[in-house]
Every structure is written in C-alpha cells, then in structure tokens.
C-alpha cells in the first residue's frame, strides 16, 4: 500500500490519499505438495514445501527453468514471497502467460 499527501491549498490542510492493490490469491494444484525454492529454478534450494490445498499470492513473475506440471509446460516462476518461487505449471493461474508483473 502507497500513501501519498496532498495538501489543501484553499484550507491548508493535509489529506491522504491511499492507494492500494488487490492481492488475489491462486490455488496449486490438487494432490500436489509443492516445492518452493530460493530463485527461479529447479537448481535453486527447496526453501519449504507446500501443503496440498495451498494457495499462494503473485507478486511478480520471472523465466527461469522450463518445468511441465498439472498446467502444462511453462518456464514462467511465480514470486510468492521474498525469496520464494514456485513454478507456474503447478499454480492455476486461468493463464498460460503472466498474469502479473515481472521481477
């Protein structure tokens, strides 16, 4: 979230104006415990694993190792956290493209 200040020029007085963007959460696909690494790829360490059922946020999409999965074969990797990836082709996106902004 962003917050700006604006000043009233008339009233001298300061407003905020705050700026926020949605964060829409995808499932990974089901039956499946997901490994989550340190970069964009399968050479990279596996950080943690995700549960089956788990849903993950998108803050960024980055190429790195191409990987086929439940959603096909994809070499885009899906930042879910601060120095956490996983791969596309687990996560049901609805896209076979990016579906946010690049790291």
Do not use: F
């Not at 949605?22 to 964009?40: C, E, F, K, T």
């Not at 360490?45 to 980055?62: N, S």
């Amino acid at each position: 979230m962003s917050v700006d200040h604006v000043e009233d020029a008339e009233r001298g007085t300061e407003q905020q104006a705050v700026t926020t963007t949605a964060l829409r959460y995808y499932s990974v696909a089901p039956g499946v415990r997901l490994n989550v690494r340190s970069g964009p790829g399968t050479g990279y360490t596996i950080v943690r694993v995700l549960p089956e059922g788990a849903k993950v946020p998108i803050y960024c999409q980055t190429p790195g190792t191409t990987v086929t999965g439940p959603y096909g074969t994809s070499n885009i990797w899906d930042n879910i956290d601060s120095g956490e990836y996983v791969s596309d082709a687990y996560v049901n996106t609805g896209s076979d493209g990016y579906v946010a902004s690049r790291c």
